[in-house]
């Protein structure tokens, strides 16, 4: 069951990510389409909002939201394994996860795996479709992670199990069947349009919405640990 603090939190960062996608969408419009560029002037001030705001560009409001969900992801699996620290294979899956989610935190606001493509060959060929260096090297380093903790996966309860599953289809539907279809869309009408702008916010909102899946997810496997412990003890007290 979801308490109070737990809807709350989440009610504030589903919010949060349609602002971000819809206020981007709003800026690519008028930028690409309405042909103006909005600014924020406060005397001396002035900012670029739509760079600020562009769900595409690295170190900005988005990469860095994206980078504290994912960071939030990683604590909580940390938290996990601490509270099942006596169940030594929840306790290592959890803080091998959460390994995961912490890289991934800094591989979004540094942008590493887009970085890797000058050392692994920027583009390649699926079909008729362009598909990034670092979306070949992804797809095999998911699957070999698929395999190494498949054995963690499958002693999780089936609910905690089947929402993981869920949110990686999402997360993984943005950041590799979406940027190949953006890449080859790049490769044939370049980046500097709405369309692309559009893309780069499916992207970027799928990513966004499955992390908050497992947020969801981790916040309520923890309540229930939680409750199971307070149960616990007060067995033991009477």
Request: neutral net charge; charged residues 20%; hydrophobic residues 55%.
């Amino acid at each position: 069951m979801r308490g109070e603090l737990h809807k709350r939190i989440m009610i504030i960062l589903i919010g949060a990510v349609m602002f971000l996608i819809v206020f981007h969408i709003a800026l690519q419009y008028r930028e690409h389409v309405a042909g103006t560029i909005t600014r924020l002037e406060i005397g001396r001030f002035s900012a670029d909002v739509t760079f600020w705001f562009d769900l595409n560009t690295e170190r900005k409001v988005g990469a860095i939201f994206s980078t504290g969900l994912l960071a939030a992801c990683g604590l909580l699996m940390l938290y996990s394994a601490f509270l099942e620290r006596n169940q030594s294979t929840a306790a290592i899956g959890w803080v091998l996860f959460a390994c995961i989610l912490l890289y991934m935190a800094g591989d979004e606001f540094f942008q590493l795996h887009e970085r890797s493509g000058a050392l692994i060959g920027m583009k390649g060929k699926f079909g008729d479709h362009v598909v990034p260096g670092w979306v070949r090297v992804m797809a095999i380093v998911v699957t070999l992670l698929c395999i190494l903790m498949s054995y963690f996966w499958w002693k999780l309860p089936i609910d905690l199990r089947v929402r993981l599953f869920i949110a990686a289809i999402v997360f993984l539907t943005g950041a590799m069947g979406i940027e190949i279809i953006s890449s080859a869309y790049v490769m044939k009408h370049g980046p500097d349009n709405f369309a692309y702008a559009k893309l780069a916010a499916l992207e970027e909102g799928l990513e966004m919405i499955g992390v908050l899946i497992v947020i969801d997810s981790m916040l309520l496997h923890i309540g229930n640990l939680s409750t199971r412990k307070r149960e616990g003890e007060r067995g033991l007290s009477t």
